[in-house]
């Protein structure tokens, strides 16, 4: 094991949990590229592949609730890394899979882990940005999305080579595993109460620990709505209710991600000069502003644009709603996270099904306004978050 002193500690966790953050996004993002070519390789229809598909959201709902008690039991740092192994380890199932059942039993594997991964990361993060004294989280996410564009880029190279499914995965899953394996050498030693804050160690009645993780988890969940619909329904919107042109489809997506990734990549400065629930409650303003105006004012730039002034509007919303989970006083490390990480993933299921229902109903642009609705939620259940005294 590498000798790290112990100044240099958290510098090298830091280091080491934002490797993680990057390893889970380019993992499953490896995958997404070459689903054409699994429904085709197992003669599938559009309904069998996306049942397939379902899977992960489905794994990640009946695993999420267990993260917890696996942070308490073994520590996150033990958890992050390992669950991460397995879930590269669990590409070669999915790049080997010979049957539809094969391929959605490893997706399903893959949500179960990737949830637990995420619970048990977002803890030692945490851990490490006690440490720091400042903010930091918001850095992780933001390479978390890095992680994500490397590894659809990487698969979308292998698939233009046409690199035998198979092998692509395999060489992601040794290359993402190694990796991982590394950082195990550099997180922070001993367990996760070790620097807990005192308030966090208390006990509070149950009845308020349950408000306050319902409070924290919708307020996760609106800014996972925002986020998912873009993905969902954008590309829709811009080409059956705007007329754009096929090239062009993906943009109110790509403009999301790319401005949400800048927003966490810099967010960390505006919550420790601003504090969390106000840079939430501005970020919810500019997703009721720009989204309700490109709705009012349909057009391909106007909702572009919205759609990036949104993404950058959510880009801290998640991480202060796990600082703050993990910070409810009464609850073991990570069981916090972990509660609020399965109820955001419940909202968001919920969420495509009501815009398409009132998209029947009455038209998409209606449906879409959900993402001001959010935006709305955002404004109100930010007075969950702590608001810590302005920093010099």
């Given amino acids: 094991m590498p000798e790290i002193t112990a100044d240099r500690r958290p510098v090298a966790a830091r280091l080491a949990v934002a490797a993680l953050f990057l390893v889970n996004g380019a993992s499953f993002a490896s995958v997404v590229p070459r689903y054409p070519e699994l429904k085709d390789s197992l003669g599938l229809s559009n309904a069998a592949l996306g049942a397939a598909i379902a899977g992960f959201p ?4 009946v695993a999420g609730l267990l993260a917890g008690a696996l942070v308490a039991r073994w520590g996150s740092a033990r958890v992050a890394v390992w669950g991460s192994v397995l879930l590269a380890a669990d590409l070669v199932a999915i790049g080997s899979a010979a049957r539809w059942w094969q391929l959605a039993g490893a997706l399903f594997l893959a949500g179960a882990l990737d949830s637990i991964v995420d619970v048990a990361m977002n803890a ?3 851990r490490v940005q006690r440490r720091y004294g400042r903010s930091i989280v918001n850095s992780f996410h933001g390479l978390w999305s890095v992680g994500a564009i490397l590894g659809g880029l990487g698969g979308s190279l292998a698939a233009g080579i046409s690199a035998p499914l198979p092998v692509h995965l395999a060489g992601a899953a040794v290359v993402l595993a190694a990796v991982a394996i590394t950082c195990r050498w550099f997180l922070l030693p001993g367990t996760d109460d070790a620097d807990r804050a005192e308030h966090a160690l208390r006990t509070r009645p149950r009845a308020a620990v349950l408000v306050a993780l319902l409070a924290l988890g919708a307020l996760c969940s609106a800014s996972a709505l925002v986020e ?3 993905a969902s329904w954008g590309a829709i919107y811009l080409r059956e209710s705007l007329g754009a042109a096929p090239a062009a489809a993906g943009l109110v997506f790509v403009a999301l991600q790319a401005a949400q990734t800048v927003g966490r990549l810099t967010g960390d400065r505006l919550v420790d000069r601003f504090g969390r629930r106000t840079v939430a409650r501005l970020g919810g303003l500019l997703v009721v502003v720009a989204v309700g105006g ?6 391909l730039p106007t909702t572009v644009i919205g759609f990036a002034i949104a993404g950058w509007g959510i880009a801290t919303v998640i991480p202060a709603g796990f600082h703050a989970a993990d910070t409810v006083p009464g609850l ?8 609020v990480g399965w109820l955001y993933r ?3 299921l919920a969420g495509p099904p009501i815009t398409g229902l009132l998209a029947d109903a009455v038209s998409l642009r209606v449906g879409l306004l959900v993402v001001p609705a959010a935006g709305l939620l955002i404004i109100l259940l930010a007075a969950r978050l702590p608001q810590p005294a302005r920093s010099a």
């Fill in 58 to 61: 489905l794994g990640g709902l």
């Fill in 124 to 126: 030692h993060g945490l």
């Fill in 228 to 230: 998912d619909t873009a």
């Fill in 294 to 299: 490109a709705l009012w004012w349909p057009s």
């Fill in 332 to 339: 073991p490390p990570g069981v916090g996270i972990a509660v």
């Fill in 346 to 348: 419940v909202g968001v």
